[in-house]
């Protein structure tokens, strides 16, 4: 069985399907590849990449001034290196004084090892003061795919919320059920995914109650979408097919 038909990442097993190898590329911003993405409205100083499988998988990137749609991003790096049984990632962004202040630092990592992954995003502004920090792990058990958030004081939009700390999501793709109990809240504001408050207790499926959200809070993070302002409360049933 493959890696994916096993839904579990085998560092062995990877170096057996992966014949040694060491690969460099290197992109300027006047060759042939440059001119294909211009075409296209994206642009970019220097890009370079290297991975390499001996005793060791390893994988290294790095683009500066990435401009897409008049979006300028200074230095976009990325690193995937095995240690042990894991797979570790990181992903950043990372902007000069007076570009994007408010998304000065985005950095993203975590691990893949075995049936488990893992998570975590971390985004600061110019000041250091993180305004996004939240993460999540996901099991793939037999029968089930379980899904986690954490810390347990995550902050979203500058603001610091409370997660239950059992808080889970599980999918038994076997029976097709759902068990979820996430409850995710801020003074007067909450969102919390349950099934135990489900409207139809005949069939699997959650609630997804959403009260006094503030979108600007939550679109905060991203820099390709418009500025947005305003308070969402919806109460949302979702059924899940039994086949």
Request: hydrophobic letters at 35%; glycine letters at 6%.
């Amino acid at each position: 069985d493959t890696i994916f038909q096993k839904q579990r990442l085998d560092m062995d097993e990877l170096h057996r399907g992966l014949p040694p190898f060491e690969f460099t590329a290197y992109m300027s911003s006047n060759n042939v590849a440059q001119k294909i993405l211009n075409d296209k409205g994206i642009r970019l100083s220097k890009a370079q990449f290297q991975a390499s499988n001996d005793s060791l998988f390893n994988l290294s990137g790095i683009i500066n001034r990435l401009e897409i749609s008049g979006i300028m991003l200074d230095t976009l790096t990325l690193d995937a290196y095995e240690k042990k049984e894991r797979l570790n990632y990181r992903l950043a962004m990372d902007n000069q004084p007076g570009n994007m202040d408010e998304l000065a630092h985005i950095h993203i990592e975590g691990f893949l090892s075995g049936n488990s992954t893992r998570l975590y995003c971390l985004q600061s502004n110019r000041k250091n003061d993180i305004g996004f920090l939240l993460g999540c792990k996901v099991d793939f058990l037999p029968q089930l795919i379980q899904f986690t958030l954490g810390p347990q004081e995550p902050i979203i939009g500058y603001k610091k919320w409370l997660l239950n700390k059992d808080n889970n999501l599980v999918f038994n793709y076997a029976n097709h059920t759902l068990d979820a109990n996430i409850r995710l809240s801020y003074d007067n504001s909450h969102l919390y995914v349950t099934t135990e408050d489900r409207r139809n207790k005949d069939v699997s499926g959650a609630h997804i109650d959403l009260q006094n959200i503030e979108l600007s809070d939550w679109l905060s993070v991203s820099s390709l979408i418009a500025p947005m302002s305003g308070n969402l409360s919806a109460n949302v049933y979702v059924d899940v097919p039994s086949s």
